[in-house]
């Protein structure tokens, strides 16, 4: 495993340099675009970056690789620390990502932009006394933007491992002086982070239990319009249901498990959300003309839980929906059963 910034040093200094990539058109960009997944914090950061707007396709696609890059290092270099066996190799991953790889892009992003001319007036309102070139502000955006997720990166590292730190901690006025010889803008683009919601841990599994999901209706069900026999794919919910136990949401019994500081019911409620949207349940009865209706399906689940989550479904948005989708990484996995 190594911990260095492969996509960076390509933005610098290989094929994804901007200033080289200038005939490919807006469009191709914007394609590129769809094409980007989200990536998430598996941890939780002290700052965040709240830059400019980008107002060009190939500087919002740049923006995505950037900071999807700078995440994934973050999380990446979280696991490398976590994993490794002692002290000393936590603290030499820490000194060789702060000390060596972080320091190397600090200076290489400050030398390439002064070398290309592209300081944050070219871009920043406050500061721009004219009209500049359309690639000209694309360009100073991505390196600047580039820059900031360094320094941002370089600050959040130094507070996760601050016990293994074998240099003086800088702060956020050192580095702009240090490495660019400039004073923090006012105000800063740089900003303490918001909680955010990361992936819950899965549980290690124990030798003497071995889950096994329940292939049929759990007795007693009482009254409902749906059995078993209605789960059209009946493989993909049976993994589901192992899903549910590895990330603590029901026991080795299927029954639920009750859990504030996890928000189990929200979870099991946007589960099932997902669940119905991607065509888990099959809605006709047969020898009826009714149809089952999304509140049978959540009534169903219920009774094989042993669960009441029906304030938590009415309720449910759809930003709850994609925190569930961040605390339970798999959960985004589920596709339409066709």
């Known amino acids: 495993m190594n911990n260095k910034l492969e996509l960076y040093h ?28 989200k990536v998430n914090f598996n941890y939780q950061p002290a700052y965040e970056l709240r830059f400019l707007k980008p107002h060009t396709d190939k500087s919002k696609y740049y923006r995505d690789l950037i ?21 000393d190799v936590k603290a030499m991953w820490v000194h060789t990502t702060l000390s060596n790889i972080l320091v190397d892009k600090l200076n ?24 500049k070139d359309t690639t000209l502000c694309e360009e100073t955006y991505i390196y600047q933007y580039l820059k ?22 800088l702060d956020e006025e050192d580095i702009y002086l240090k490495y660019f010889q400039e004073s923090v803008p006012e105000p800063s683009f740089i900003k303490p982070s918001k909680k955010i919601e990361t992936p819950i841990v899965k ?8 889950f096994e999901p329940i292939r049929r209706d759990i007795q007693p069900i009482g009254y409902s319009l749906i059995d078993y026999d209605m789960i059209l794919n009946k493989d993909a919910f049976a993994q589901v249901e192992c ?3 590895d990330f603590g949401i029901i ?26 949207e991607n065509n888990y349940f099959r809605r006709n009865i047969l020898g009826e003309k009714k149809r089952c ?15 009441d989550t029906t304030q938590q479904f009415r309720r449910i948005t759809e930003e709850q929906i994609n925190d569930a989708k961040v605390k339970l990484p798999w959960l985004d996995k589920i596709y339409p059963i066709r």
């Open 67 to 87: 900071k999807n890059e700078a995440i994934k290092y973050f999380n990446h270099v979280n696991e490398l620390v976590s994993n490794a066996n002692d002290g």
């Open 293 to 307: 209706t999304d509140i049978d399906f959540r009534k169903y689940l219920d009774a094989r839980y042993r669960v």
């Open 10 to 37: 390509s933005i610098l200094f290989l094929n994804k340099r901007p200033y080289r990539t200038r005939s490919i058109s807006q469009n191709k960009y914007r394609e590129l675009l769809k094409g980007i997944e």
């Open 203 to 210: 549980k290690k599994p124990k030798e003497e239990f071995s």
């Open 148 to 169: 900031l997720h360094l320094i941002v990166l370089y600050l959040n590292l130094q507070v996760q491992f601050e016990e293994y730190l074998k240099v003086e901690k």
């Open 108 to 131: 290489q992003i400050a030398g390439e932009i002064e070398r290309l001319n592209y300081p944050i007036s070219n871009i920043d309102p406050k500061q721009a006394h004219k009209l």
């Open 251 to 276: 026991d080795i019994e299927s029954c639920f498990i009750k859990n504030r500081k996890q928000s189990n019911n929200t979870l099991l409620a946007a589960i099932y959300k997902v669940l119905i």
């Open 243 to 245: 899903n549910l136990y």
